[in-house]
């Protein structure tokens, strides 16, 4: 696949005609809730459009304070592609502008993660130390109220080899990997093991590695062989920040990485709905990648493939009593899935589990949006619905299924938040004792 | 009221207006009455082209020398309402080379600048043509805002002295032997009635040119030929796209603020008044114009409108393309024995200074003056609202000024000038001085937002239900024509408005 300057051929259609004026999504849009310096998504998207003219330079500015959270695209009565129209704008913008070195910095942390992760004592020291973020915003500005993730001792791929070692050993020596509690015998049921691709992100990989942990876990409960496809970074970063041709690189990258793995008869799980949002969606629809949509036909939020297995009857779920007060929020890219609240159907099986759904619209990190100076009190304001949500229900803990969701709520309200797929394998597996 | 002028001017259109400037920087007075607002026929009603000439560069080399010529001193005198925008005049493999050669030849014996392009050459300026195109000329046509242009004329001659009175009615015409001793008018709007006495009368009512000729007990030859155009939701290319054939229906598609103007037909009308534009129009239009810009087949319209052409003949001719797109001044003294009448008509918006150069030259030589016309030479009062899309983009983002019309960035601020200084009698008008209500829904939003700019200004007299509905027929005039698609489910969200909430 060649990564040249995007032709006119490849871009997706504009349908600004079909626009009705209607004015629905400025009522959802977080970011003109809360400031007046960005005019909505109707006046920033199909309005300006009227406007922009090819070969002269960009004049919004304010377009770059477009979140993506693709709102707008879903309350649409007209299926105007409102944040692409977006984001076309901004990459325009921004391509003429030039991009300071901190959108490199953090929209390529899947270069130097493995640096962060094998250095995560020091780095981490660094992170918290007021001083180094006082120079982060003066320097970089990267506002230095914001806590700037954790990296972990290991990352989840090393964590990953170990484990698949010691189940194949565990294989060979006839012993079962893991209890399995149905009526079948559990000899039977390892034979048929299928095998099921993960896409697990760059984030989780160096910060979040628990979230990988129990997804596999989760999985091999449920009777499936986890392998990792050849991967990078989905590219949605890049995307967020107009950087296509970087995201085009990233997806040209990815897509025949994950055929390989669907051709081969595996389905592809995704636990963070951002960068399974990216591949699904945008990579067709938004960078024309060949092939894409074969990709999306078999890739599934890791929810939502355990949905379909209940529906087979084939979930295990034997859960063990988890008594908690929890909440849930939906992130805006699962909401642009379309596939419903997964999370909270399944979850919602688990006996002694209390589960709010904490209705809100954005949580207002978009990605990298959340770390910048001049969008920092934007994407502060804007949490601070769901922050008050979370208040009023009180719950011990948040679950949500994006790790910029789960950064801001923490941020926020100092809550502990997890993904739910953490809570689903405290639930199933004996050996795992719940701790707040 | 009585009143005294030397030039009484019949007629608020681009050459009205055009003659009241060019009469007061003469030093002569003048009143210009117009029973509707400035630019309510066909200067109001065209596709806004700034003609090279080119379109009439094979047929009437005559008029086509008059475009060039005025065009340039219009890009000179009145650059705000221009936009520099270049023709093309693109041949498709059924027009073939034979039209593009004579059109060369022509074109430089009238003194018209061409270049030819080849097909990419062609593409890479206008990506949405159709690709399978041969070439095209490129002649230095433009887009002219005719609102703007006729603004900017009636401020400048008020400001040097001519009078002008809108929605002024002529009533009455007396004749005393070889002269028209005075003329009765009727402000439509206050009813105050009023006897103009005028050395001479200058009758620049265009298409209505007979009608006001009949009170005299005159007539001139004169076809009204009806064309009728379709406006887009975007603007589709960046410079005016002709067909390079004989003129013909469809072969026009003029870039315009933010919309394209595909344009036009050519229809015999037998009256002025109550003309539509009809399916069979609407289709035409989209049929040929899409032959050179195909996305035009999925373009959304807005809005579709017409406007006649009042052209002037001396006897009948089948094809009123046929007839001269140049202007008549007749001078009714030779030609029916009243002395002091006038009648100007024909022409082109572009060139409307033209027109009232040669009609004032003609009073003057009736006066026994020797004043020189200065309109070529002085620059029209500039217009302090910005012209580009992206100005006007730009200044939107920067000072996030309250925005009444948010389909056309129209600011609150810029209708407020208006009402607060013009002497507005209608809705309409605010519409001619502004681009509100001329983008995407047409009004729907931005119109009951200006009923609260009026009734903060107190500029609302009576029933404001009445004021919108005035508003929303004449808004359905130009919807009906066009009505599928997008525009379907536009106006079942505007009658939901207007009807559910403002229980019209």
């Known amino acids: 696949m060649k990564d040249g300057p995007m032709k006119k051929q490849s871009w997706p259609k504009k349908n600004v005609d079909v626009c009705i004026r209607c004015a629905t999504c400025m009522a959802v849009c977080p970011v003109s809730r809360v400031t007046s310096k960005f005019p909505g998504p109707k006046q920033a998207g199909p309005g300006a459009e009227r406007f922009r003219r090819m070969g002269e330079p960009s004049v919004d500015d304010w377009i770059d304070l477009c979140i993506g959270c693709h709102l707008c695209d879903m309350v649409c009565s007209s299926g105007v592609n409102i944040s692409e129209l977006n984001l076309l704008a901004k990459a325009k913008y921004l391509d003429e502008k030039g991009r300071p070195f901190r959108d490199w910095l953090l929209t390529h942390s899947y270069l130097y993660g493995w640096v962060g992760s094998f250095l995560s004592p020091f780095v981490n020291f660094l992170f918290r130390n007021s001083m180094i973020r006082w120079v982060g915003e003066a320097i970089l500005k990267i506002d230095r109220r914001r806590k700037l993730p954790d990296y972990e001792p290991s990352t989840f791929r090393q964590w990953f080899k170990k484990h698949r070692s010691q189940v194949h050993q565990i294989k060979e020596g006839d012993h079962p990997p893991f209890k399995k509690k149905g009526k079948e015998g559990f000899e039977h049921h390892f034979m048929e093991r299928k095998k099921v691709g993960y896409f697990y992100g760059c984030y989780m990989n160096t910060n979040e590695v628990d979230v990988g942990r129990a997804t596999v876990q989760v999985l091999e409960v449920n009777g499936f062989e986890v392998i990792l496809p050849l991967q990078k970074c989905c590219g949605i970063p890049m995307l967020g920040n107009g950087n296509f041709k970087g995201a085009r690189k990233m997806a040209c990258y990815n897509v025949p990485s994950l055929l390989k793995t669907i051709v081969s008869g595996s389905d592809i799980i995704f636990s963070s709905t951002s960068c399974g949002h990216m591949i699904k969606h945008e990579y067709s629809h938004l960078l024309s990648i060949p092939r894409a949509d074969e990709v999306a036909l078999h890739l599934f939020d890791i929810f939502e493939f355990l949905r379909n297995l209940k529906e087979l009857n084939g979930l295990d779920t034997h859960f063990k009593e988890l008594p908690l007060k929890a909440a849930y929020f939906a992130p805006c890219h699962l909401r642009a899935l379309g596939i419903g609240l997964p999370a909270l159907e399944i979850l919602r099986l688990i006996p002694g589990l209390t589960l709010d759904n904490i209705e809100a619209d954005c949580c207002g990190m978009g990605g990298t949006f959340g770390f910048k100076k001049e969008k920092y009190e934007i994407s502060e304001e804007i949490g601070r619905d769901l922050a008050e949500v979370i208040d009023r229900l009180k719950p011990e803990i948040i679950l949500s299924d994006c790790e910029g969701c789960r950064m801001q709520i923490r941020h926020l309200t100092g809550l502990k938040v997890s993904h739910p797929i953490q809570i689903l394998r405290d639930a199933l597996l004996p050996e795992t004792k719940f701790t707040l | 009221m009585k009143m005294i002028t030397e030039v009484l001017i019949i007629g608020g259109g681009a050459t009205g207006v055009g003659i009241a400037r060019d009469l007061s920087w003469r030093g002569i007075p003048s009143i210009l009455i117009e029973k509707g607002d400035f630019a309510s026929g066909a200067s109001g009603r065209n596709h806004g082209l700034l003609h090279s000439g080119g379109r009439y560069a094979v047929t009437d080399p005559g008029a086509a020398r008059e475009c060039m010529a005025e065009n340039r001193i219009l890009r000179k005198i009145a650059p705000h309402c221009i936009e520099e925008t270049d023709g093309l005049f693109v041949s498709l493999p059924e027009d073939g080379f034979d039209y593009r050669e004579r059109f060369l030849r022509a074109c430089d014996e009238v003194g018209i600048q061409t270049a030819l392009l080849s097909r990419d050459e062609t593409l890479e300026l206008e990506p949405e043509l159709d690709p399978n195109l041969l070439s095209a000329v490129k002649v230095p046509d433009g887009s002219i805002d005719p609102f703007v242009l006729i603004l900017e004329n009636a401020r400048d001659a008020e400001e040097h002295g001519a009078k002008i009175l809108l929605h002024t009615e002529m009533t009455s015409l007396i004749l005393d032997g070889d002269k028209i001793k005075e003329v009765g008018a009727k402000d439509l709007g206050g009813g105050e009635e009023y006897t103009i006495k005028a050395s001479y009368i200058v009758n620049a009512t265009g298409a209505w040119a007979n009608q006001f000729l009949k009170l005299a007990g005159l007539q001139i030859g004169m076809a009204l030929s009806k064309g009728s155009m379709l406006i887009t939701n975007q603007r589709l290319t960046h410079h005016v796209i002709n067909r390079c054939r004989p003129p013909s229906d469809g072969d026009i598609v003029v870039p315009n603020h933010t919309v394209s103007i595909l344009g036009t037909t050519s229809v015999r009308l037998e009256e002025v008044e109550n003309f539509e534009v009809t399916p069979h129009e609407v289709s035409l239009l989209i049929q040929e114009t899409s032959k050179l810009v195909p996305a035009i087949q999925e373009a959304r319209l807005i809005r579709a409108y017409a406007g006649i052409r009042p ?52 009073l003057c030589k009736k006066m026994g003056m020797h004043t020189p016309c200065s309109t070529h030479l002085k620059a029209l009062p500039k217009a302090n609202r910005p012209t580009g899309l992206t100005e006007k983009l730009k200044q939107f983002s920067f000072e996030r000024v309250e925005t009444l019309c948010d389909c056309e960035l129209t600011s609150r601020k810029e209708v407020e000038e208006f009402l607060k200084t013009d002497k507005l009698k209608d809705l309409q008008d605010i519409l001619h001085r502004t681009r509100l209500a001329k983008g995407s829904c047409q009004g729907g939003f931005c119109v009951y937002r200006l009923l609260g700019v009026l009734h903060d200004l107190r500029r609302i007299n009576g029933n404001s239900n009445e004021f919108l509905k005035k508003f929303l027929e004449e808004r359905w005039k130009g919807i009906r024509p066009i009505l599928w698609g997008p525009a379907v489910k536009e106006e079942e969200l505007m009658e939901g408005i207007y009807k559910g909430i403002f229980n019209l």
């Open chain 2, 311 to 362: 052209l002037f003949q001396s006897e009948t001719k089948e094809d009123d393309r046929a007839i001269s797109r140049g202007f008549v001044l007749i001078d009714h003294g030779e030609r029916d024995g009243i002395k002091n009448l006038i009648t100007i008509t024909g022409g082109k918006l572009v060139t409307y200074r033209l027109m009232a150069e040669k009609t004032s030259d003609l």
